[in-house]
């Protein structure tokens, strides 16, 4: 039987490995939307690459609100986490042809066409709640670094249960369990909820 603790205090979790920064490396952030098309640009904490993009968005919230399939969960208004914002804004349209990269990136390694780009230095505060990052397409990367094509993600209960992924069985449609560190994420916002202690 699975069991079900509570999301981890944001003052004493870890950083997230998948959102680290050091100092051999930077993240490169492209965004593009049908309006425009913007250049890359390199950062080289993570988080102020997502607090960028989260204000490139924000202003074109309603683009998604009431659409499908998170119609009834998606807020009128865009969430005060960078994160959040920016999981809900992109998976609710995952066939558009707006979209975004967030790519890490060896310093000593870097593409010709980047090697000659500012990096910006910001720092922002950790993010408080854990959540996943949720890739253009719909994908999820977990807090543990684990995505679909490594250890992947069950369909779950609120709770942690694995259920039928079924439409019309016990599913909800909202809820995944990390199968490498049993983390519950909700949709569309990438949220951490809880963890249930028989894996990690």
């Given at each position: 039987m699975s069991h079900t603790t509570p999301a981890p205090d944001p003052a004493t979790a870890a950083p997230s490995p998948y959102l680290s920064h050091a100092d051999?490396?930077?993240?490169?952030?492209?965004?593009?939307?049908?309006?425009?098309?913007?250049?890359?640009?390199?950062?080289?904490?993570p988080l102020a690459a997502l607090h960028r993009l989260a204000c490139l968005i924000r202003p074109r919230w309603?683009?998604?609100?009431?659409?499908?399939?998170?119609g009834d969960v998606i807020p009128a208004t865009p969430p005060t986490e960078d994160l959040a914002a920016t999981n809900s804004y992109f998976v609710a349209q995952p066939n558009s042809r707006e979209g975004y990269w967030l790519v890490l990136r060896l310093l000593d390694r870097l593409p010709q066409s980047l090697r000659d780009?500012?990096?910006?230095?910001?720092?922002?505060?950790?993010?408080?709640?854990?959540?996943?990052?949720?890739?253009?397409?719909?994908?999820?990367i977990c807090v543990c670094g684990n995505d679909p094509s490594t250890d992947?993600?069950?369909?779950?209960?609120?709770?942690?249960?694995?259920?039928?992924?079924?439409?019309?069985?016990?599913?909800?449609?909202?809820?995944?369990?990390?199968?490498?560190?049993?983390?519950?994420?909700?949709?569309?916002?990438?949220?951490?909820?809880?963890?249930?202690e028989t894996r990690g």
């Open positions: 051999d490396r930077v993240w490169e952030l492209r965004y593009w939307n049908p309006d425009e098309t913007t250049g890359s640009v390199l950062y080289r904490d309603d683009r998604i609100v009431g659409t499908r399939p998170f780009l500012p990096v910006d230095e910001t720092r922002v505060p950790d993010p408080g709640p854990e959540f996943a990052l949720g890739n253009v397409g719909g994908d999820w992947g993600f069950e369909t779950c209960a609120p709770d942690g249960r694995e259920v039928s992924p079924y439409a019309d069985g016990p599913w909800d449609g909202l809820h995944y369990l990390c199968a490498r560190c049993g983390r519950i994420l909700i949709q569309p916002s990438g949220r951490v909820i809880g963890r249930t």
